[in-house]
C-alpha cells in the first residue's frame, strides 16, 4: 500500500488541476497557489506536499490520504494530519480521503464520532470516490489521472494497461508523461503483478529504471530504511543504558536526523541517565547540526 500512497501523492504534485476539478468542479474560481512542504516533522503526523489554494481572497491548504480499503481506524490520523497542518502555518486546511477501489465495500466512511452520553466530537473529512470519474478519465478529460484506472474494479482486465499508457501518450509535456507512465507502471505491478505488466509493456519497463521519479522513491525509501535502522538501535542501547523515555524524549530522539543520530551513537558511553540524554539533545544535537 505505501507505493500506492506515493503515487497518489506525486500525482497530486504533479496534475494539481486534476485533483481541485474533482474536488471543486471546473465552474469554481480556484487556483493554486504552490505545492508547499509540510512543516510537521512528527513521523506519525507528517505530510508529504500539501496544496495551498485560493479562492477570492481565502487561501487554504489541501492534503490527501490514499486508501485502498475503508478502514475506519485511520480517520482520526487523518483528521489530526489537518488539524496540524492548520495549527503549524496557520491557515485553514482541508484533509481529503481519496479511496481508490470500490471493490465489495458498501460504504466508504468520511467522518468519525467519540461520543460520552449526551456530549459528543464530531470530525468530517472530504473525500474522493475515485472510479466514480472513471468515464472522464477514459474520455480524456482527466487522462492525467489514468495510472489508476487498474485500481477502479475488483477483476480488472489487464487490457486496461494498454489503455493507460495511450492516454498517457496523449500528454504533450514529455517529463510529465514519463512521470505519470512511471506511475501507471507501479500500479498495475501492484494489481497485476510483474510478468503481467513486462509482458504488456516491455519497452516502458526497461525506460522505467531511468525514470527521475522512481530514481528519487528508491533513493527516498533507502534513506528512510536506513534511518529507521540507526533509530531503532539507538533506542534500544539508551533503552538498556537508562530505563524508559518520556514522551518528551522519544520526540525529540525521533526528530535527529542522520548526522546528528551518528554523532549520538558516539557519544553513547557518555549517557548515564535521562538527564544526561536530555542534556545533549538540548545542546549535543545543536553542535552535531553545525558539523555537517
Not at 494539481?16 to 505545492?35: A, E, H, M, V
Not at 492534503?63 to 496540524?84: S, V, W, Y
Not at 479511496?99 to 458498501?106: D, E, H, N, Q, T
Not at 521519479?213 to 536506513?226: A, P
Request: proline share 4%.
Amino acid at each position: 500500500m505505501q507505493e500506492i500512497d506515493k503515487a497518489i501523492k506525486t500525482s497530486m504534485a504533479l496534475t494539481p488541476d486534476c485533483f481541485l476539478d474533482l474536488l471543486f468542479g471546473s465552474k469554481r474560481k480556484i487556483k493554486l497557489k504552490t505545492i508547499a512542504d509540510s512543516q510537521i516533522t512528527v513521523p506519525e503526523l507528517r505530510v508529504d506536499k500539501a496544496l495551498l489554494v485560493k479562492e477570492g481572497r481565502q487561501t487554504f491548504y489541501i492534503i490527501c490520504e490514499a486508501m485502498i480499503r475503508p478502514k475506519q481506524d485511520e480517520l482520526p490520523t487523518f483528521a489530526l494530519k489537518g488539524l496540524g497542518m492548520q495549527y503549524m502555518l496557520k491557515r485553514p486546511t482541508l484533509a481529503v480521503i481519496v479511496y481508490l477501489k470500490k471493490g465489495k465495500y458498501a460504504s466508504f466512511p468520511d467522518g468519525f464520532e467519540n461520543r460520552i452520553g449526551a456530549l459528543s466530537n464530531q470530525f468530517t473529512l472530504c473525500k474522493i470516490l475515485l472510479w466514480e470519474h472513471e468515464t472522464r478519465i477514459l474520455s480524456g478529460e482527466l487522462k492525467e489521472l489514468a495510472p489508476f484506472l487498474s485500481l477502479f474494479h475488483r477483476r480488472p482486465d489487464p487490457g486496461v494497461i494498454k489503455v493507460q499508457a495511450q492516454l498517457i501518450e496523449k500528454i504533450s509535456d514529455p517529463k510529465l508523461r514519463a512521470d505519470l507512465l512511471a506511475i501507471a507502471i507501479i500500479v498495475d505491478i501492484h494489481v497485476f503483478g510483474e510478468r503481467v505488466v513486462f509482458a504488456q509493456l516491455p519497452k516502458e519497463v526497461n525506460m522505467l529504471k531511468e525514470s527521475r521519479l522512481i530514481k528519487g522513491w528508491m533513493t527516498e525509501s533507502e534513506q528512510t530504511g536506513e534511518r529507521k535502522g540507526k533509530l531503532s538501535m539507538l533506542q534500544k542501547q539508551l533503552h538498556q543504558r537508562i530505563g524508559g523515555m518520556s514522551p518528551e524524549l522519544l520526540l525529540k530522539l525521533r526528530k535527529l536526523n542522520d548526522t546528528q543520530l551518528d554523532y549520538l551513537s558516539l557519544a553513547l558511553f557518555t549517557i548515564n541517565s535521562r538527564e544526561d540524554l536530555r542534556a545533549w539533545l538540548n545542546n549535543g544535537a545543536a553542535k552535531a547540526s553545525r558539523k555537517r
